[in-house]
């Protein structure tokens, strides 16, 4: 069956560094692949998506790009904020009409300032 | 405009018991899935609608948990006879239409406590 592996957590980091959070996946067909934020105490908002290979998706100055031949998204930020500290999901929904999306667990950012 | 809306936002019951958790999905959003998020199995899907056609709900975890949607628009997630492995957030996410390209808009979950 489809899976989403991350990075185990918590990352740490000091305001400005640049981050990396690393996603692998596994699909049988070819996958819609999606960052999730959660912020403390709030629920989940999709931060960026890329839809096919060499896609890159974008949003808040992070960045990835589906990468089929290693069937990576990692998450890439240039320089981290406190504002960014969260937890982080990655997550992919399959081709077959309808988009149930599968989660990896999460990985937490913790930016000290 | 408004997101997707759950109650109870928090929710303490003992074992045993039975709970209703409500989701109002985005108004016009014919797709709603519920999720659960728990320690150390991450987010689980539970039950997806699509307009008025049948749910896929393969991701249920037991009989005990059942899932409505009224009218297409407001879903009721029934957990009949509690059990403390039901601690979790239940999540609940709608989107315009089903397919691939469709982000999912998340509510902000009912944190449901087993005594």
């Known amino acids: 069956g489809d899976s989403v592996t991350q990075m185990e957590g918590p990352v740490t980091l000091s305001e400005e560094a640049f981050l990396t959070i690393n996603c692998t996946y596994t699909?049988?067909?070819?996958?819609?692949l999606f960052w999730y934020v959660q912020y403390p105490g709030e629920g989940l908002q999709l931060l960026l998506k890329?839809?096919?290979?060499?896609d890159k998706g974008s949003n808040k100055g992070f960045e990835a790009t589906y990468r089929k031949e290693t069937t990576s998204f990692h998450l890439e930020k240039g320089s981290v904020q406190v504002s960014d500290s969260a937890v982080y999901f990655c997550?992919?929904?399959?081709?077959?009409?309808?988009?149930?999306?599968?989660f990896g667990k999460g990985t937490m950012l913790l930016v000290s300032p | 405009g408004a997101g997707v809306s759950q109650s109870p936002s928090n929710k303490v019951t003992e074992k045993g018991k039975d709970v209703e958790l409500r989701c109002d999905p985005i108004?016009?959003?014919?797709?709603l899935y519920w999720y659960r998020q728990s320690l150390g199995q991450g987010l689980e899907f539970l039950i997806y609608?699509?307009?008025?056609?049948?749910?896929?709900k393969s991701g249920l975890p037991s009989d005990r948990f059942s899932a409505e949607r009224t009218g297409g628009s407001v879903s009721t997630l029934t957990i009949q006879r509690t059990q403390q492995e039901d601690s979790a957030v239940y999540l609940c996410?709608?989107?315009?239409?089903?397919?691939?390209?469709?982000?999912?808009?998340f509510g902000d979950g009912t944190r449901l406590s087993i005594l």
């Open positions: 996410a709608s989107s315009p239409q089903a397919g691939d390209n469709q982000p999912q808009h």
């Open positions: 699909a049988t067909g070819y996958p819609s």
């Open positions: 890329a839809t096919k290979a060499d």
């Open positions: 997550a992919l929904s399959e081709t077959r009409g309808y988009s149930t999306l599968t």
């Open positions: 108004s016009g959003h014919t797709a």
């Open positions: 609608f699509q307009g008025n056609s049948a749910p896929d």
